[in-house]
């Protein structure tokens, strides 16, 4: 191809382009809403399966947590442990905690439930109750006689018509625990924390410190130890580095934890999946129509331009060139609403009964639909393009 | 003695439907000289536009040879038709088949863009072939804001561009009022006379015939040997 085919070729190309500008808005919208119908709904299925394991990694298992070993049932000397962990370069936040189980009872409602005990300040640095209290405070390390309680426990929380056992309480009401050991004690409700995760709101939150008093002495013991790191991604580096300091307890990065919610990530993946695919075809048959009855509507013009002696070659480069226009301008406006979109729902995100969900697009997923739509554009070009190319010129120019 | 510039030999055009065969062309040999103007007529189905379009090297026939400028046309690959097209032949059609997407001047340099020369040059030359015939002052227009007198007299201008050995015209005046006509058959007659353009025109009009050096006959996809003129 020589020098001037290129000139010719995107001469016509370009003029097309601008002289059909009602065809060419056509396509490009049908292309970009293409790729928002495909990127849209994809991004927040990613976006609640993110929420889904941020809400785990936030409420229930850090980045890395440390749990006994089989045979044990709690972590010694885990004080010393979460210090030398503190001092591992990077980490973000190291907070032990204790489980158990209580009856808690307000007026004439016994709720059993699970408590948790944990070190207010170093908590902060791994879970998100601190910034979750919607009434009251969050518990400091003086409080011995208040605890949090989770939202979910809470009947003025409840949604409209949920039957669900709970406390018509609000802060500053006592509630009784009574814990398996048949210890009893009343604690004043100092805050109420709702994060929004079904898995973490039913929670009864006391300071670390009344486990000794419940339960006795303890000798340093914890039940976990959370540990947050600076993203997601990195649990195998802390993991070894954590096992340099010889830690016999097990290490389980929140992957491992996630159990059910795995599962249920893994189901959204695969619809996700699935649709993704369902939805590039969709677009891809609907681009290539739409751009194949432009191509066969420009039948005519082709055998002109063949009958005047413009090459074959010529001419379906400029079909292409204008295929390829159309695949790569709706692409880049597809981008930007969804950049938009993603903009507005990140400070407005969807409120889902799991949490706040904000969309999220993958970096992977924005390359495959945008290279797929500009392939579907440049093959819905070609292959009309061509056949009218290869077309008798007499047929072509007079339809035959 | 001028120099046959076209000459066809036992040309033939076969259309098969199934098992019907139908003859558009049968045994044409005749001669077109260096700077005749020639003009080919007869009844509607006759095959005076068929000649015409394996003359332009549109179709190819089905028998026969066609020889233009010394060159065997029919033995040759696409490729080379496509530049024998470009650089040697130009065609103006019936209803002018113009790009609408392109002004009267890049219509007209379209095909000289395709030749390796400069932006300067050929807009040039579209340039003056467009004064030429007649439209200097509308150059910048759409085939859709021009008159269909306008736009054949652009498709003049895009076949000549190039200066091309031969100029193919098929019913050029057909969709055309009688001053248009009239305007489409002096701009041949002038280019004719005046630069020796070597035209063939297929009409079915007998005054523009008459316009010609000579009219060759066609029917029923024969030669009308009874009109028959120095073929």
């Known amino acids: ?400 | 003695m001028k120099k046959a510039i076209i000459m066809t030999e036992h040309l033939e055009r076969v259309y098969a439907t199934g098992a019907v065969k139908t003859y558009a062309l049968r045994d044409i040999s005749i001669e077109i000289n260096e700077g005749e103007f020639v003009a080919i007529m007869g009844k509607s189905g006759s095959g005076k536009s068929t000649l015409l379009h394996q003359l332009g090297l549109l179709d190819k026939p089905t028998k026969g040879n066609i020889i233009i400028d010394g060159n065997d046309v029919i033995n040759i690959s696409e490729k080379e038709r496509t530049r024998f097209r470009l650089y040697e032949l130009g065609y103006v059609f019936q209803s002018y088949n113009l790009i609408p997407e392109l002004t009267a001047l890049e219509n007209v340099y379209i095909t000289a863009m395709a030749r390796n020369l400069k932006r300067d040059e050929y807009e040039k030359m579209a340039a003056e072939i467009l004064a030429a015939v007649g439209l200097e002052d509308r150059m910048y227009h759409y085939p859709s804001e021009l008159s269909g007198g306008q736009q054949q007299r652009v498709s003049i201008a895009r076949a000549l561009v190039n200066k091309p050995k031969i100029l193919f015209a098929d019913e050029p005046t057909a969709n055309l009022d009688s001053a248009s006509s009239e305007d489409v058959i002096n701009l041949f007659r002038k280019f004719n006379e005046e630069i020796g353009q070597t035209i063939v025109m297929v009409t079915h009009e007998k005054d523009e015939g008459d316009k010609a050096d000579r009219i060759i006959w066609v029917k029923d996809g024969l030669l009308d040997m009874e009109k028959l003129e120095n073929i």
Do not use: C
């Open chain 1, 1 to 400: 191809m020589e020098s001037n085919d290129l000139k010719v070729m995107f001469f016509l190309a370009y003029k097309n382009l601008t002289k059909s500008k009602i065809t060419f808005m056509v396509i490009v919208a049908v292309m970009a809403m293409s790729f928002l119908s495909i990127t849209f709904f994809a991004s927040i299925i990613d976006g609640l399966g993110y929420e889904f394991e941020e809400g785990m990694i936030r409420g229930q298992t850090g980045h890395l947590m440390i749990e006994p070993q089989e045979d044990d049932l709690y972590i010694s000397d885990s004080e010393n442990l979460v210090r030398d962990i503190r001092r591992i370069p990077g980490v973000v936040g190291v907070a032990r905690r204790l489980d158990a189980s209580a009856v808690a009872r307000y007026e004439t409602i016994e709720i059993g439930n699970p408590v948790l005990f944990i070190e207010p300040e170093n908590e902060k640095d791994v879970s998100d109750y601190w910034s979750s209290i919607i009434v009251g405070e969050y518990l400091s390390k003086r409080d011995t006689d208040e605890l949090l309680i989770g939202a979910n426990l809470v009947k003025s929380y409840a949604a409209e018509g949920d039957t669900q056992k709970r406390f018509d309480v609000d802060v500053g009401d006592k509630i009784t625990l009574s814990f398996s050991n048949g210890f009893v004690k009343e604690y004043r409700i100092k805050g109420i924390y709702k994060t929004g995760s079904r898995f973490v709101d039913d929670k009864i939150i006391i300071n670390f410190d009344q486990y000794e008093l419940i339960f006795g002495p303890t000798d340093d013991i914890a039940s976990n130890i959370l540990i947050a790191l600076p993203q997601r991604g990195m649990e195998e580096t802390y993991t070894e580095k954590i096992i340099d300091l010889g830690v016999s307890a097990q290490i389980n990065k929140w992957q491992t934890k996630m159990g059910a919610v795995n599962q249920f990530v893994g189901s959204l993946q695969i619809t996700n999946q699935i649709t993704g695919t369902i939805g590039l075809l969709t677009a891809f048959a609907t681009i290539y129509i739409i751009i194949f009855i432009n191509v066969t509507n420009k039948r005519k013009q082709i055998g002109i331009l063949k009958a005047v002696g413009i090459k074959k070659q010529i001419i379906l480069g400029s079909y292409v060139l204008q295929s390829l226009a159309y695949g790569i301008t709706g692409v880049i406006i597809g981008n930007i609403v969804m950049k938009l979109l993603l903009l507005f729902l990140s400070i407005h995100p969807l409120s889902m009964p799991i949490g706040q969900v904000v969309p999220i697009l993958t970096t992977e997923r924005l390359m495959t639909t945008s290279a797929t739509l500009i392939l579907a554009s440049v093959v819905a070009g070609f292959f009309p393009s061509r056949k009218a190319a290869d077309e008798n010129i007499l047929d072509a120019i007079f339809g035959g």
